[in-house]
């Protein structure tokens, strides 16, 4: 591909590292509309090649994640600090060429250096982790409290590693062995695998009988939103963070949520996380590493896509060079 060209506030990053996210996999599959043709990939950390004329802060041969969400800092909703909906919206691998190329054009406000301190393989989490980061924000979690993680991918691995060192007991859900292996591997309490067990009988056994404080839902499965209602305890939260489909709809009895407080909480994006996100991984306190399954290069990333959607690892980067 020809090189991206630059505006002058622009800065054209050479990609290390891209993950390999859920929403590029539905994008290759025609299940997420975008205007084709299109590169995707949102997830990336870099050094940077050139930068525009009207950049200052930003130099060649800088390290550097990307936050790809782009707003326009403008809009009613960007005014009220609520940039993740912003009416201009743009991201990234998603409205825009993305990072599954060894070059790509991004705005520099969206660019962040990174310590010297870990590798750059390490920094193409940062945009999951400024996710969790504002989930997290949303379920204002406390010390002593318990919480249920379903869905140990990459987002609900991530989640129960944050919660523990915000001093949560943490059970975490899932149908692999491998994932809930690696999940008690980190740190996770307990683990259930819901095909094999009772969820509810090993959250009331956990809980003497109360259900959890927290539940935060990573898989996107509905079930598992409806369920969450039953194993919450009086006063809790749900956070709705796995992506579900559209069109589909949760079947509640809104007595429940009435009667023992229960909060339904969504979590969009990373609204101004980013920069927690990078101190976060910095530290070295959250294990990512051991979440690489594979590293594959530009010719391999439909067989990365094909071992995500069965549910072979955890997480693949793309290294395009």
Same mark, same amino acid.
């Given at each position: 591909m020809p090189e991206p060209p630059i505006s002058p506030n622009d800065v054209l990053v050479r990609v290390a590292y891209c993950g390999v996210c859920g929403t590029d996999l539905h994008i290759f599959e025609g299940e997420f509309? /975008?205007? #084709?043709? #299109? +590169?995707?990939?949102?997830e990336f950390s870099g050094v940077v !090649?050139? /930068?525009?004329?009207? /950049?200052?802060? =930003?130099? +060649?041969? !800088?390290? +550097?994640a990307v936050d790809p969400n782009i707003n326009c800092r403008t809009c009613y909703y960007c005014k009220k600090g609520m940039t993740n909906f912003c009416e201009k919206w743009e991201a990234i691998g998603v409205t825009r060429q993305g990072a599954y190329a060894e070059l790509v054009a991004v705005p520099a406000s969206n660019v962040y250096r990174v310590p010297e301190s870990a590798p750059l393989e390490t920094f193409a989490f940062v945009e999951p982790v400024s996710c969790v980061l504002h989930g997290l924000d949303r379920a204002k979690p406390k010390r002593g409290e318990t919480a249920l993680v379903t869905g140990l991918g990459t987002i609900g691995l991530i989640f129960g590693q944050l919660l523990k060192m915000k001093g949560v007991k943490v059970m975490g859900s899932d149908l692999v062995g491998h994932r809930l292996g690696l999940a008690r591997s980190m740190g996770f309490d307990q683990t259930v695998n819901p095909a094999e @067990?009772?969820?509810a009988d090993a959250i009331r056994s956990w809980t003497a009988g109360r259900g959890v404080d927290l539940v935060v839902e990573a898989s996107g499965s509905i079930k598992a939103i409806e369920e969450a209602i039953k194993l919450i305890d009086k006063g809790g939260r749900i956070i709705v963070f796995g992506v579900a489909p559209e069109t589909a709809t949760l079947t509640v009895r809104p007595f429940a949520l009435y009667r023992d407080e229960i909060s339904l909480i969504g979590s969009f994006t990373n609204p101004n996380m980013f920069a927690a996100a990078i101190k976060t991984v910095s530290s070295g306190r959250l294990s990512v590493k051991e979440l690489i399954s594979k590293t594959v290069d530009l010719g391999h990333v439909e067989t990365a896509f @094909? @071992? +995500?959607? #069965?549910?072979?690892? =955890?997480?693949?980067l793309v290294r395009p060079k």
């Open positions: 509309p /975008v205007r #084709l043709p #299109l +590169v995707p990939g949102h !090649d050139k /930068v525009g004329q009207r /950049v200052k802060r =930003i130099k +060649v041969g !800088d390290r +550097v @067990e009772s969820t @094909e @071992e +995500v959607s #069965l549910r072979k690892g =955890i997480k693949y």
